[in-house]
């Protein structure tokens, strides 16, 4: 709207102030949202010989020489964590042992007790570790409807509280799980409540600034995200004990519960809800703060604007979905694509924070680079997205990921350093794709369904995100096989990029009859409504 853009929005001093303070919640957010790669993560195990060694094995840290014993080369078989050799005396030597069969292992002794692969006795049940991340997922998927429905109900501030807050609460009590059904338990409660505090603030940093900033929304909040994935890795790093890890972690969230003091709420939302006062006091602070005078009169149109917009769009959105899918074909071909670029691109995403651990040296280290190479993916899109165009950079970024991943496994050592930068380059192109997907979905559908339609496809994404963490299940089948799915996903996305068409420099459609149109050549600046 021409009078809020004069009044309020686009960036000043009141947009920075907010995005200082959506930075804490999306850094922790970043810190939380894949937490299960370190707290989960997969510990070295061998089988306990009690013939050639006592109890102290079973529990603390082990030392060099009592992980890899002399005796193991008679005792435990090669290549296998799950098996020992069956003693023949109950001597430890090696003529006591059979070396012609094996045995499954009774007790484990870990090379670490970091995760809780060790505390909760997971060895050789490798679903039951893997199932930690999606179970993570799962809680993501059942959050965006209710906490959507509490931040239009509600506002996007208590929305944004809540589901931070709630999450260090549950994470905090996940600390003190004393068993595997309760940790997970603990794993899907905190997801559910804190996986919509990235979507809260989003949507509240859009309504200050205005649509058409979307993209540069996307930059400010995507840097703290990635800062808080590296902050993931270093606190993990330095703490050595998802307890203790967890125990510093979230404790931090509990700050938001000061932000319905110092956070203003959306416009939109308080206008929206009848709340014309209130909107009043913070477009005046807004206003104060951006050194712009207000005039009475424009605050008065502005305000009664906002109102007739938003029963129009009410009305809008009884039109039938349902029936239109069936009617249309270019609504049915775009959507199809949407949801196998958003799957494709959700999976891959999560499914290379899931593989650090396969990448050779620290796995620290590598976690952190993967967040470092959401950086320069960012600041690409921001300046890439109105000059080339949303679909000639997401076909980019899909091939990026592609050619990166697909090449590791030709590699004769994909250990080698040229083996990580080739996985980072895949990151950067998976992030540039589903960052790029935020703006170019919206922008494919009409108004009177943009909204539920950019939802369906964000709820395929979970689909992926849900199945990315059992991806290192596959390597039973070969080493190479997670890392060429993750590569193959992204070509087939890029070749169907062919099926729609861009939306730099057109009008973007109010009706599902103007999908079947021809795109006029309207300024690329259109706001979405």
Known sequence: ??????????????????????????????????????????????????????????????????????????????????????????????????????????????????????????????????????????????????????SDRWGRRTALVTSGTGAGLVGLCKSFAGSYPTYLAAEFFETVLGASVYPAAFVLMIEWLGVEQRILASLLLGIPLSAGAAMLALLDYLTGYWRTWARIAYPPSFLLLLYPWILPESIRWLVAGGKVNEAVRVIKQAAKANRVTIPDDTLDKMLSKDQVTDKVEAIVQEESLFKAFIKYSA??????????????????????????????????????????????????????LDRAGRRPLLTAAFLLTAVALIAIPCLPDQNSGLGTALFLAGKMGATMALNALYVYTAELFPTRA?????????????????????????????????????????????????????????????????????????SASTALP
């Open 331 to 384: 609504l049915r071909r775009r959507l199809l694509v949407c949801f196998a670029w958003w799957t494709c691109a959700v999976f891959v995403f999560y499914g290379l924070a899931v593989r650090a651990h396969a990448l050779a040296g620290s796995a620290h280290a590598n976690y952190a680079l993967l967040a470092a190479a959401e950086l320069p993916a960012l600041v690409l899109n921001t300046l890439l």
């Open 1 to 150: 709207m021409e009078m809020e853009k004069e009044c309020v929005a686009g960036w000043g001093r009141w947009q920075a102030r907010i995005a200082v303070l959506l930075a804490l919640p999306v850094m922790l957010t970043g810190m939380y949202g894949t937490n299960y790669v370190f707290l989960a993560a997969r510990t070295p195990h061998r089988c306990h010989i009690p013939e050639c060694e006592d109890n102290s094995t079973l529990s603390g840290p082990v030392p060099a020489d009592a992980w890899s014993p002399s005796w193991s080369t008679w005792a435990l078989p090669p290549d296998s964590e799950c098996h020992r050799r069956p003693t023949l005396d109950g001597v430890c030597s090696e003529a006591g042992f059979d070396n012609t069969t094996t045995l499954d292992c009774e007790d484990f002794v870990y090379q670490h007790h970091s995760s809780i692969m060790s505390e909760f006795g997971l060895a050789c049940q490798e679903w039951k570790r893997t199932l930690v991340g999606t179970v993570h997922n799962v809680g993501m998927l059942v959050s965006l409807p209710i906490m959507g429905y509490v």
């Open 450 to 522: 943009r909204q539920r339609l950019l939802a369906a496809c964000s709820t395929c994404g979970r689909v992926g995100a849900i199945l990315a963490p059992q991806t290192p299940l596959l390597a039973a089948y070969g080493t190479w096989v997670p890392t060429t799915l993750l590569g193959a996903l992204p070509l087939l996305s890029a070749a169907l990029t062919r099926l729609v068409p861009d939306t730099l420099g057109r009008r973007l459609p109010d009706s599902f009859a103007d999908l079947d149109s021809s795109s006029s050549d309207i």
